[in-house]
């Protein structure tokens, strides 16, 4: 079972390792739904924490990619010490532009995030990361809306990618019983760790300690 916590900065990360996380998500601008962090901020979080990072590679709104600026932001990042990326992106079609994510691609461990939400067929979104290299889990609730809405989608997809899903986008405790149940062994949240679900309410160990007993141990 793993448990991943979005960080915003050192203070978050710390509160998410010490509530039992077994993963952070380090972004910026959540009112953009994540962006990349600055370089110093990925420095103070590998410098406050033990557990592995996977940094937001996400320099606009929206799903696409402008492989240039991204390059230049992954460099950066890079060399204040990123490790494993969080990433994804979608053509004008709203497919996965495959072609976008081989660009950017170079050895590391990453997370394909919720574009897949937004695609136009999540089928053929399934399929197209399939082989990439890399690739550990796709971050998904199951559609656009959340996983209050989404959750029959997830429940859907996880007997059959049942080893790189990753469920977040809205994740509360009520779910996870059934996500569980339909052989999810990987969960990620945001909001349900802050006091009052507020983005602007830093992460806290006891919420993190709760949904890491709700979840099962790693």
């Known amino acids: 079972m793993l448990l991943e916590i979005i960080a915003l900065d050192a203070a978050d990360a710390r509160a998410a390792q010490d509530g039992g996380a077994d993963r952070v998500e380090l972004v910026s601008d959540m009112a953009a739904d994540g962006l990349s962090p600055a370089p110093a901020t990925v420095e103070a979080v590998r410098a406050a924490v033990s557990i592995p990072v996977r940094v937001m590679l996400r320099t606009t709104p929206g799903f696409a990619a402008d492989v240039p600026s991204l390059r230049t932001t ?83 997809d996880a007997p059959v990618h049942r080893s790189l899903l990753l469920a977040g986008g809205g994740l509360r405790e009520a779910h996870i019983p059934a996500l569980r149940q339909a052989g999810v062994r990987a969960f990620h949240s945001g909001t349900a760790v802050r006091p009052g679900g507020r983005w602007a309410a830093p992460v806290s160990p006891q919420l993190v300690e709760r949904l890491r007993q709700a979840i099962g141990p790693a």
């Open 74 to 156: 992954l460099r950066q990042l890079r060399a204040a010490g990123a490790a494993e990326f969080v990433l994804g992106f979608l053509d004008a079609g709203g497919a996965v532009d495959r072609a976008a994510l081989e660009a950017l691609l170079d050895g590391f461990p990453w997370t394909f995030h919720r574009a897949i939400d937004h695609a136009t067929d999540r089928a053929a979104a399934w399929r197209a990361l399939d082989g990439l290299p890399g690739l550990t889990s796709v971050l998904t609730a199951g559609g656009p809306e959340g996983m209050d809405a989404g959750l029959p989608g997830l429940l859907a």
